[in-house]
């Protein structure tokens, strides 16, 4: 009995120290970004620094307001796309399909989950951006819509497999109960299903706009990669990639690499911000 106790006090122990190693890591990145993001945004001041236009390190001009302005755009963008696809994917999945096609749907899926970024970059410039750029008569296709629609299709693999965790999850005696007072199956699916699993759907879109807006290496190749202000057809810069693309020739200790460090630190806060609200907006719905 005593050796059983110590054993269970040990794993106790054990997941204490997981849980504080796992808060710590997130309180020392916290940390180091605000350190070495502050500085510049003293420098510059925060009002230019935030709303500010214009992006040039030979002239010392730091705004990133067309970075943040392209990120909301392109994450609201796929999230738009991504969400009702990987919703109704998720639905088929979980109540509809048969047992064979579900598998080899799922199957599909984990598999666009494992795809590295660089692949879905590379995919998206031999065939998205060609097919912009002949659909819709442009110079090039790389911008804003091609970038949407390549995070459309990232996101998709967490929507959905977080979504069908939570249909599966949802009792078979609420559908039942559904059926039996005459509810036809897609009214059942759709009025007691989904609203019973909505608390799982929403941490499924949390991580999708967590993927959608920390995404980088796919975005670069593209969107453009020009810090113009947002239009559907312009070449752009998200927050992500002004950091890939000019931190490696961005000197130590100069303003060009603290204003990189900046941006990283409003990424950061504008993800928590956001990932805030959507738990708020989910929690509030539940009760």
Same mark, same amino acid.
């Given at each position: 009995?005593?050796r059983?106790k110590t054993?269970?006090t040990?794993?106790?122990?054990?997941?204490?120290?997981?849980?504080?190693?796992?808060?710590?890591?997130?309180?020392?990145?916290?940390i180091?970004?605000i350190?070495?993001?502050?500085?510049?945004?003293r420098?510059?001041?925060?009002?230019?620094?935030?709303?500010?236009?214009t992006?040039?390190?030979?002239?010392?001009?730091?705004?990133?307001?067309?970075?943040?302005?392209?990120?909301? @755009?392109?994450?609201?963008?796929a999230?738009?796309?991504?969400?009702?696809?990987g919703?109704?994917?998720?639905?088929?999945?979980?109540?509809?399909?048969?047992?064979?096609?579900?598998?080899?749907?799922n199957?599909?899926?984990?598999?666009?989950?494992?795809?590295?970024?660089?692949? @879905?970059?590379?995919?998206?410039?031999?065939?998205?951006?060609?097919?912009?750029q002949?659909?819709?008569?442009?110079?090039?296709?790389?911008?804003l819509?091609?970038?949407?629609v390549?995070?459309?299709?990232?996101?998709?693999? %967490?929507?959905?497999?977080?979504?069908?965790?939570?249909?599966?999850?949802?009792p078979?005696? %609420?559908?039942?109960?559904?059926?039996?007072?005459?509810a036809?199956?897609?009214?059942?699916?759709?009025?007691?299903?989904?609203?019973?699993?909505?608390?799982?759907?929403a941490?499924?879109?949390v991580?999708?706009?967590?993927?959608?807006?920390?995404e980088?290496?796919?975005?670069?190749?593209?969107?453009?990669?020009?810090?113009?202000?947002?239009?559907?057809?312009?070449?752009?810069r998200?927050?992500?990639?002004?950091?890939?693309?000019?931190?490696? @020739?961005?000197?130590?200790?100069?303003?060009?690499?603290?204003a990189?460090?900046?941006?990283?630190?409003?990424?950061?806060l504008?993800?928590?911000?956001?990932n805030?609200l959507?738990?708020?907006?989910?929690?509030?719905?539940?009760?």
């Amino acid at each position: 009995m005593k050796r059983k106790k110590t054993i269970e006090t040990g794993f106790r122990l054990l997941f204490l120290i997981c849980g504080l190693i796992a808060v710590a890591f997130v309180l020392l990145i916290s940390i180091y970004l605000i350190i070495a993001g502050i500085p510049a945004i003293r420098e510059v001041g925060l009002i230019n620094f935030l709303f500010g236009d214009t992006w040039n390190a030979g002239t010392s001009e730091f705004g990133i307001l067309p970075f943040i302005l392209t990120s909301v @755009y392109g994450t609201a963008g796929a999230v738009v796309i991504g969400v009702p696809i990987g919703i109704m994917t998720a639905l088929y999945l979980s109540k509809v399909a048969p047992p064979k096609i579900a598998k080899l749907v799922n199957t599909a899926v984990e598999l666009l989950a494992g795809i590295p970024s660089v692949i @879905y970059g590379l995919v998206g410039m031999i065939v998205v951006v060609p097919a912009v750029q002949s659909v819709f008569g442009l110079s090039s296709g790389a911008c804003l819509l091609t970038a949407i629609v390549v995070l459309a299709v990232m996101i998709l693999p %967490y929507i959905i497999n977080i979504s069908k965790t939570a249909l599966d999850a949802v009792p078979p005696e %609420y559908e039942e109960a559904s059926l039996a007072l005459g509810a036809l199956r897609t009214e059942t699916y759709f009025k007691v299903s989904l609203p019973a699993a909505k608390r799982g759907i929403a941490t499924a879109v949390v991580q999708g706009v967590g993927r959608a807006m920390g995404e980088a290496m796919a975005i670069i190749m593209v969107a453009g990669n020009v810090a113009n202000m947002p239009g559907l057809f312009s070449s752009v810069r998200f927050l992500t990639t002004a950091i890939v693309s000019e931190m490696s @020739y961005a000197s130590y200790g100069t303003l060009h690499r603290n204003a990189l460090f900046s941006i990283s630190l409003v990424l950061f806060l504008f993800i928590m911000m956001v990932n805030t609200l959507l738990h708020m907006i989910s929690h509030n719905k539940e009760d």
